[in-house]
Nanobody
Framework: QVQLVESGGGLVQAGGSLRLSCAASGRIGSTYAMGWFRQAPGKERELVVAISWSGTRLYYADSVKGRFTISRDNAKNTVYLQMSSLIPEDTAVYYC????????????????WGQGTKVIVSS
């Protein structure tokens, strides 16, 4: 079983920045891609950024390109999400999960999600 613990969320004014962390532990395997997802109130959970094990393959949703940066420290089994120029539309609960690429998209691999970390961007 894999444990995923997200942290770093909070309340920030529009234009501000936050850095989220995701610590993974348990039966996570030797190599794995990771993604950050978010779920805004009343909306489906969506993938916003992804990073391969090596860090050479990246994905950014159009809505966050140029503002969010994903990185990872494999020695610590930790993935980071640096969020800048935040806008109210970024308000959501952010989750991480291991992911795999099938066909034309990334898909979450763990059925059990962490508690997420809430980000609120005020206008």
């Amino acid at each position: 079983q894999v444990q995923l613990v997200e942290s770093g969320g909070g309340l920030v004014q529009a234009g501000g920045s936050l850095r989220l962390s995701c610590a993974a532990s348990g039966r996570i395997g030797s190599t794995y891609a990771m993604g950050w997802f978010r779920q805004a109130p009343g909306k489906e959970r969506e993938l916003v950024v992804a990073i391969s094990w090596s860090g050479t393959r990246l994905y950014y949703a159009d809505s966050v390109k140029g503002r969010f940066t994903i990185s990872r420290d494999n020695a610590k089994n930790t993935v980071y999400l640096q969020m800048s120029s935040l806008i109210p539309e970024d308000t959501a609960v952010y989750y991480c999960n291991t992911i795999a690429y099938y066909g034309t998209a990334w898909y979450p691999q763990q059925d059990s999600w962490g508690q997420g970390t809430k980000v609120i961007v005020s206008s």
